[in-house]
């Protein structure tokens, strides 16, 4: 099971940007996936998850009403929409995946089994 997270970058505060978690050698759509984040000196937190269908999601209250979590199984991708950014969203961001029951939504490091290299994002102007 590999996942690899794209779309980071540099963005000034108050832009959006859209990160990936792309699926290689497996269907995504088998996993219930989990968004984390990781800023410096920091321990990772979690951000939003989503069921296999898409029809089950959860924010993290830091971000609700600014980050979105949808997937597109037919791409076999995952996504996570931000919006508003603020420099305290910079930060390595990972996708996960689970191995527990797909139709629920996942919001601890500990029921993720398979992780996704991160892509940074800095928000800074």
């Known amino acids: 099971v590999q996942l690899q997270a794209s779309g980071g970058g540099l963005v000034q505060p108050g832009g959006s940007l859209r990160l990936s978690c792309a699926a290689s050698?497996?269907?995504?759509?088998?996993?219930?996936i989990g968004w984390f984040r990781q800023a410096p000196g920091k321990e990772r937190e979690f951000i939003a998850a989503?069921?296999?269908?898409?029809?089950?999601?959860l924010v993290a209250n830091s971000v609700k009403g600014r980050f979105t979590i949808s997937r597109d199984n037919a791409k076999n991708t995952v996504y996570l929409q931000m919006n508003s950014l603020k420099p305290e969203d910079t930060a390595v961001y990972s996708c996960?995946?689970?191995?527990?029951?797909?139709?629920?939504?996942?919001?601890?490091?500990?029921?993720?089994?398979?992780w996704g290299q991160g892509t940074q994002v800095t928000v800074s102007s």
């Open positions: 996960a995946a689970t191995v527990r029951d797909r139709k629920s939504v996942y919001i601890e490091i500990y029921e993720y089994n398979y």
């Open positions: 050698g497996f269907r995504l759509d088998d996993y219930a």
């Open positions: 989503i069921n296999w269908s898409g029809e089950s999601t």
